[in-house]
Structures are given as C-alpha cells and as structure tokens.
C-alpha cells in the first residue's frame, strides 16, 4: 500500500491505477463488519436492497413484512462506546400502519434512478407504488393483475420513465412514471417472471427471466423479443475482438444453430403439426412464410436454465449477464452474442420461491451469489470460489455491493441486514464518535 | 474398452504431468497405508485433464449384471475429481462438437448430464439396432442407419426438434411416423415434456441404471442425515454397501461429491464423508 502511494507520488504508477488495485484488494478481503451495524428496522425476512446510484449512500430495504426501510450507510445515527460500534438506524420507515403502505410482502425495491426523491416497491399485494422519499407517501400507484415479483428501472434512460415489472401473470408490463399508465405489454413468457432488468448500456432493452427458464430480450420500440438465451448456445470464457466463438460446425452449416432459423423452423412446425399426425411432410418442401423477426423468436422454446430464473444482473459495462436459477447454476452470458460463456459456478444452492440478488464488484472481478444461509464470492472470469461469507442464520434473499466503500450489505429471512467490510475500513480512520456528531450544527453564535 | 487400455501409457504419463492440479491425488499420496483397504488408491487417482479422467471413470463403470449398457460418466462425477469446472465445461463442450463424445439430458435432477463416449454409443446403438431387428425385422430398422448416418454425425446437441429430426432422416429414405416411433422404442430418443416438439437424445436401455441412479443417492444421503454427525468413514461405508442401488460406491460418492451434497474431509485413519451444509 505505502510502497503504490510513493509510486504514484514519484510518478512511476497512474492514479487511477492505484485505486483500481486498493479496489480490488479491499474487495476480495470482505469479513463481517466490525465497526458497523444497521438495525434492521424490519420483522421480517429481508426480500430486497438497493443502494442509490446517485449518492451511493442511501440503502433501501424491503421485507415480507410489508415494511420498506431507507438506511444511511455513511453516517451512523448513534455509536456505542462500549463495543466500539456505529449502528445505523432507519433513517424513515414505511409499513402496513403506514396510510397507504404495502399490505403484504415487499418482493422488490428500487430507486429512482436519477436522484433519491422518489423510490418504486413491488409487493405480494399486487400492487406498484411510487413512493416520495421525504413525504413517505404514495405519489402514484399501479394496480398489477398477480404478485409483484420485481420491478426494474433503467439506469440509463433519458427518454422514458418505465417501470418494468415481473408478475405471476405471464406477461411483462411496463408502466410509465410520467403518465401513471401501462405502456407496454409484452408477452412470451409461459410462466410468472420473477427477474427482470434493464440493459446498462442501451436503454430500450429489456431482459427477463421466467419461471419456465427462459430468458428473453426484449427491444421495447419493437414488437416481440428479439433474442431467447439458449443453454447449450456456447461460447469459452471472453469473447476476444475477433469473434472467436465457437461455431457448431455441423449446426452452422445446416444453419440449425443460428437461432432465429431454428425458431422458425419451430414455428412452421407448429402450425403444420396437424398435417404431422397423418404424414409428415419435408420440411424442405414447406415454404417459410415470412413472419415479423420478433414474433418467430417469440415461439423460440429454449431455455436458459432447468427450471425458474430467479436472479438477472447486467455487469456495469452491460457486455455481459449473470443468471441464477433453480437448478442451482449461475451462468454468464454474453449479452451481445447471446452465448453461454461456459463458466461453471461451482456448487451453489438456489431455493425459495421468490427471486434473488446478486451482486457483483464494480471492478468486475468477483460475484456475490447468495446460496441457502451463505453467500458466496465466485471469481468472475474463472468460476473459482473465492471465499464464503457466512453470518445468516436463515435463507439469503438479496445482497448489494457498495461500489464506492467496497462493502456488502445482505439481506435474510432471518430479518437482518449484515454489513460485510475489509476488514480496515474506512470509517475506523476516522473517530466513529465524531462521524457521528459531524451531521450535527457547530456554529459559535 | 480398447480404445482406453490402448492409451494407457499415455495416460501414465498424462497423471505425472498433471498431478498438481490433482484433488484428491495429494492427501492420498501422503497416507500410504490406505491402500490396504478394499478401495485402492490407484481408483482415486483420477487426472486432471478432462479426457484422461473420462476414460479412466468409463473404465471403472460398475460391471451389471442384468442391464447391458455401455459404461458412461456423469458430469457431477468429473468435477468430483477435477477442481477447475469451468475447464471440465469448456472442454466437453469442445469433445462434444468435434463429436469423440455424446452428451445426454438425465431425467434425474435438474442439472444431470450423462457423458458417454462416440465408440461407446454406437456399439449400443448397434445393439438396440438388433434388438428391434429381431422385433420388427429389416425393413423399418433401416431407419436404424439413417438415425446414425445423418442425425449423429451432424447433431451433436443433447436434444434434436421433431422438424429437424425429419429433415435429417429422409436423407436417407422416406421418413413415417412408425420410424420414430420405432427409434423412441428403442430408447434412442425420448419426447421432452415442456416441449412436445422436441426429443432428447438418450441411452438405450439406461431406465434400471437412473432407478439405481436416484434411489441410492437418495439412501446415501438419507443415511448420513441418520448419522449423529452427518459422517461416516469412506471404507466402513464401502463394507456396508448399499441395498438400493447397483452402481457400488464409489460411484455415487463420486457423483455426490461433484454435485456438492457431500464432501470428503481427509483425516489420519481415512477418508471421512460427510453430507453438506
């Protein structure tokens, strides 16, 4: 450490490099935090957390309970002498006495993604509300036909304000912020849809993860989906500039592989299944009739995993996805190809019958999968299992990686929200007493 | 099995090379005195490299009495004796497509694939070719020849769409119904229950090898949970056997271990298995 800050300082190494390589050391050596605390506000199982992206500093939480939390993970609302620990309080809480508040299980949160004024929750109770972060009121709410699973914004927009949302119902909705109404339906799914998220890097494609194990993307200006992940579509590791995949050679040649064909292969069967029961017919000789591009992906059957989808997470740089599901396998997909980049995850155990959260590192390197009562970091681009956080004592819905402090906040059925910390972190530097009393007025007068 | 004891040199060679990367090659070397149990050392010693390992797990695939199927290998059971998975992934996937091994979707467990070698499978096709000769005659079972000329040699995929499966098969002759029937008969395809327009591809004759398969994981497991501490020592366990299943042992300790339900914790007086979690 001190020997990279002479470096920096005489020049030899680039700033940014420096803090590229603290980064990435505070990050792989996360423990339980010891000096940090947040007092969960919640009596239930913790089902969601965000951290906002425009301060990185206000944690959002959601519980079965119907509760909704607004944590500050900077400054600590009192300190306790004795043990050395700052305990973050909520800072507002919202639930079921709350006018308006959720009646059943908070199953998603989400900030608004510009500023920290207004946040989104899905719940159990059908509903998607809106919610003003300083009134603690409902600004405007969505009235959704089953459970809420999840709901997504879009970090990158400029031209619209959807809120996606993943329900029972077998159709994504999209509802629009700015006119309270439902924009979009999108349909394709053949079960609920407990996944979704926005793509990082264009703001009109949408990913979601449904029940039967499909994941889909959607182009929102388009009807249809445009892509269907495959599992047995692979590629190794990274894809290098030239597009060195691996193409099926017996598949590409018969054009098999390539996905659109076979779906509307699959689509012209569909509809000719009837003449199959008597004779069957060449495929050669039945004449493709020309469909729109999305509606033939649409009927595409393959699937991205054995069973639900239940977590979606782009990387920053929106090149690639993770997916968890209940055949307990994480895989990366490579958002452009639409490959399965072959990387195995180890043994990981996915239950529950709700989504999840992962969470990954900003620098890309490690990936946090919440597995039973642990949660596991996996290396990114090897798959090795790096180290095991082990704290909850009951199921782990959801953790969220701090991008700035390199911290980890998870959430649990067993009502907690732990911090996970390198162990000499930032804020010992500094006195915790003072942290405290600096929010505080010091004027003379 | 000549394709492996034909190798086997190589693969003497092949284990010295990659021992680093080893599992449980390491701790075993260092208690010599284990092999004096009826597990040999030598059957732990499984190579790093994906190849190697298939070959040698094929090569002690439990000898059955009743069921005739060619030895194949779980992909639970390579990553119990490799550590890097991604590596076992990317380089069955490269086997796969250059067509020295098929890959089949098991009906077991949600993440079960079953690898058999290319040689392998065609004497079993062969079989069941001879099988339903028997049954039906020769001239349906041509479709026997066209399955394995046209749809084998160019699908290498774990499953096949009923459209493509037919434009495949009539390049060889007129294809009917009654010929897919005939080859889902044989148990050389199975129809997927999601998707009824698609067929896996499978093992002839595997049925009494899954029953095994998951009736004595289940017994396994169910008989570590009994236990006080979740463990028993590998060699006690091994005397004791298993009722349920024919496969032996060491097979489904394999497959557990890869699949992560158990671990193996090496201590002075032996292997110790214990379930996980």
Redesign the interface.
Known sequence: MWRELRQREAGSIRPSLLAKHACYRRSRSLQLAKRKEIVSAHKSGVNSLQIDAAESRYLLAGASDGSIAIYDTQQATHFDPSSQIAKHEALSTIDRRTNEGHEYAVSSVHWYPIDTGLFVSGSFDRYVKIWDSNLLQVELQFKMPGKVYAVAMSAVASAHMLIATGTEDVRVHLCDMASGAFTHTLSGHRDGVWALQWSASSEWVLVTGGCEGAIRFWDIRRAGCFLVLDQHRTQIGQRSKSASFIHDQAGTSNGMNHMETNSERGSSFLRKRTAHHTSIRRPEAAKLSRQHPGLTVAQGVATAHYGSVTSLQTTYDGFYLFSAGLDSRVRLWDMESGCNTLINYGTTRIAGKKGLQLSFSPDGSLLFVPSDTIIQAYDVWTGNLHATLKGHYDLVNCCSFHPLDQELYSGSNDRQILVWAPPGGTSEDLDPQTQVQADEDNWSD | MSSASSDSPTLHLAKRKLRDDIVLEEDNSKRPHRSGNNLQLEEWNVPADTMVALRLMCDQFPKLEKVTVQPFVLRSQLYSSIK???T???EL??FR?QGTIRVFKLNTG??DFAIMLLDNYLFQLESAKKRMESKHGQDPTLVFDWFLTNVI???????I????L??LL?KGGP???KHISLLINAGLLVRQL??E??YWFSIPNVGPILKSLTQGRKELLYFLSRRRYKEIFLSQFEKRGLRTSSLGVQFHIRDLLG??KIHVVHNPIGLLIRLA?
């Open positions: 890097d998975r991604t076992v992934d990317q996937e490269a497509k949600q993440d040699n160019t699908n290498t995929q774990v499953s769409t009923h459209s493509e037919v434009m009539s294809v009917a119904d999601a998707d327009t698609t699949s992560g979690g």
